[in-house]
């Protein structure tokens, strides 16, 4: 199944180029295996919002950490609804004036974990994934120092594509 859709009624695009569309395992491997993406919101003005940001992938949703305060909260409390792409891969390749590319759109809705023993556990998925080495007691210290200064977002995917360049089809 190249194509996997959380939640869908039709609105979201079908991949015009079916032949470079990854499998959900390659979708999700680019997921746990990376480290930071483009989270889109709609911004002020109409502007759409843009901006680099670590994550988590558990399989299910997306996790981010955020400040309590600041763009992407008042965006998120006028609007959930969000896209992040990862780029897995982009290699230049001059001659043939493209890339060999490998990259995954996730389309969702984002909500800001309010209960605190989730807000812990998502905070310690983030803490494992970014510093794995160190003790658990090294993940509560930091977690209780931030504590007030951050919110923990869970992103619920509703759409999930993962693309490569026809450079790549095949070869890997």
Known sequence: MPHFCIRSKNMFRPMRRKRQELTKEMTEEILHR?????????????????VPISYVYDGTHIYFHTAVTGHKVDALQQNQNVSFAVIDRDEIIPE???????????FGRIRIVEDDAEKRATARKL???Y??????????????????????????????????????????
């Open 34 to 50: 990376n480290t930071a993406g483009v989270l889109a919101l709609a911004g002020d003005e109409e502007f759409p919002y843009a």
């Open 127 to 129: 803490a494992l994934k």
């Open 96 to 106: 043939k004036y493209t890339t060999a590319y490998r990259s995954v759109v996730a």
């Open 131 to 172: 510093a794995p080495h160190n003790t658990e007691e090294q993940h509560t210290r930091e977690i209780d120092g931030a504590w007030k200064r951050f919110h923990m977002l869970e992103m619920t995917i509703v759409h999930i594509t993962g693309k490569q360049g026809k450079e790549l089809v095949g070869k890997e």
